[in-house]
């Protein structure tokens, strides 16, 4: 298994394969099942039988060699399969960073988007290849798969930000995204 580099790191080129999802050199690679995602989903009687039929893997994160260390900036490419759960979409985590600081995501193939929650205010940025989503310092931020494929996007983000995962199994997202007939519905996130 591949691992972060050692500051303090050289400049240096990284290779981004769109199709394969992947970046070389590459650091080490996040697989994300559905039992991983425990809280998340509205219908736990659905999820808690998929967990124990399939559990199938919902997405996962390829991280570059660049560490999560202040003054770094790392990078990572996040692929979220298509699927749903009780009819909501396959989703990431979510998380705020606790040292707040913005963040870019660059789609790089399918269809999907961003669910952002500052507490109060909530948003939703559809991404697609080409397209940048910009989530600003205070904001939790979820993606979802909003498309038949997989969505694929790389993200870049300052290494002193960190991710609270905790956060948003307390206070929410704000919204949540089914797939209705292929079509894209966003309802209101209820704790």
Known sequence: MTSFAVPPINPHQIFL???????????????????????????????????????????????????????????????????????????TKGHQHPDPQGEIYFGLEGIGGIIMFDGKEKKYVEITPGKIGYIPPGWAHRSVNSGGEAYKFLAVYPGSAGHDYGWVLENGMGLRAFSDGGKLVLKDFII
Request: contains cysteine; glycine residues 8%.
């Open 17 to 91: 394969d769109a199709n394969a999802g992947s970046l070389t050199p590459s650091g080490p690679t996040l697989i994300r099942r559905l039992s991983d995602l425990a809280g998340c989903f509205e219908n736990n009687e659905i999820f808690e039988s998929e967990v124990s039929s399939t559990n199938p893997i919902v997405y996962q994160v390829i991280s570059s060699t660049v560490p999560e260390l202040p003054r770094e900036l790392p990078q990572s490419i996040t692929t979220i399969f298509p699927g749903n759960c009780g009819g909501e979409l396959y989703m």
